[in-house]
């Protein structure tokens, strides 16, 4: 059953964010394949970690642009969707500010900005291990019908 965020208690909003990302997570192969992997969720929030590999480099010698903003698109899936209602991206933009390198961990932190009814704003800072940003992106979701769990 869905609840509006706003009637769960903190721990209930909490417990629910697990349950769905893990529910998420269980069919997500996108991200098992690329090895993104979960640090945390909470409602309206996520942290997700990837390596980069050798199949992610590119002829630059640096990381295709296309997993970092993988990487920051599944952060912002697993943040709009904690609150158990499906939510898909109606819009993404992605600034890169730094290049990550094979062998570097990359880190998306999501946060939701903005929900409104069915619309919601949310940013992603996607950093390495030395906690240097090296994108930023925004995404524009819209709830669907149905629930993730």
């Avoid at 869905?2 to 997500?28: C, F, I, K, N």
């Avoid at 480099?57 to 158990?84: E, K, M, P, R």
């Avoid at 898909?88 to 903005?114: H, N, P």
Wanted: charged share 20%.
């Amino acid at each position: 059953m869905h609840e509006e965020p706003t009637s769960l208690t903190p721990a209930a909003a909490q417990a629910l964010a697990e349950r769905v990302a893990e529910g998420m997570y269980a069919r997500d192969r996108a991200s098992q394949g690329l090895g993104i992997r979960i640090v945390r969720v909470a409602p309206g929030a996520a942290e997700l970690t990837m390596t980069v590999r050798g199949d992610m480099v590119n002829g630059h010698a640096i990381c295709h642009g296309g997993f970092v903003f993988t990487l920051a698109d599944s952060a912002f899936a697993y943040a709009c969707n904690s609150h158990n209602a499906n939510t898909v991206a109606a819009g993404c933009s992605i600034e890169f500010l730094a290049s990550a390198r094979l062998g570097d961990v990359l880190t998306a932190r999501a946060r939701e900005r903005v929900l409104s009814g069915r619309n919601g704003i949310c940013d992603v800072d996607v950093a390495n291990q030395n906690d240097e940003t090296i994108a930023v992106f925004r995404g524009k979701s819209a709830r669907i019908r149905g629930h993730v769990t």
